[in-house]
């Protein structure tokens, strides 16, 4: 992102120096072009990065060890248009064992509601805390973009194929 930076204000300053030599409508139209649509481009990032709103939705709370989590991410709002090369970190750890393991999915483009959309297997019984820990965003000309934090929890109870097994249950702090 930072050399797409510096290379659009090179191009910028050779523009707005040919356009200070030669006074043409031509070159004018393009300076005014490269300051306009950047400026549309963070005006689109800066209202979807006011309201970015996200859910983290799992199908079931409840599953067999060897079935797999499907963990779908929801937008909450109806404005984030403009992050099409962003990307979700999904943390997800065992309870029981402490192991935590992240999972990167870029994020959809497009108007949907959906983000993404992945799953995780459970390997092993007990409780399984699944939470997103960061999204980086980015807008359409990749010239501003940030990675949020967050916040959030969902717990997946992941029993043995005997049945429920209540020995394998331990407090989740993820």
């Known amino acids: 992102m930072l050399k797409r930076r510096i290379l659009y204000f090179i191009c910028l300053a050779v523009v707005f120096g040919v356009n200070i030599f030669y006074v043409e409508y031509q070159i004018f139209i393009l ?30 709370n409840v599953v067999q060890v060897g079935n797999r989590i499907k963990i779908r991410i929801v937008k909450k709002n109806a404005c984030n248009l403009a992050f099409v090369n962003g990307s979700i970190t999904i943390k997800y750890m065992y309870c029981h064992t402490g192991d935590e393991f992240m999972i990167n999915m870029p994020i959809k483009q497009g108007i949907r509601k959906s983000a993404g959309i992945t799953d995780i297997s459970a390997d092993y019984c007990g409780n399984i805390c699944v939470g997103v820990e960061s999204i980086e965003i980015c807008d359409y ?23 429920y097994s209540l020995d394998c249950l331990h407090p989740c702090i993820l």
Do not use: E, H, R
């Open 31 to 60: 300076l005014v072009l490269m300051i306009a649509i950047p400026l549309v481009s963070w005006i689109m990032y800066a209202i979807s990065d006011v309201s970015l709103g996200l859910s983290l939705q799992v199908n079931k």
């Open 141 to 163: 000309l990749g010239l501003f973009g940030k990675k949020k934090q967050f916040a959030g929890v969902t717990k997946v109870y992941c029993f043995s194929s005997n049945g």
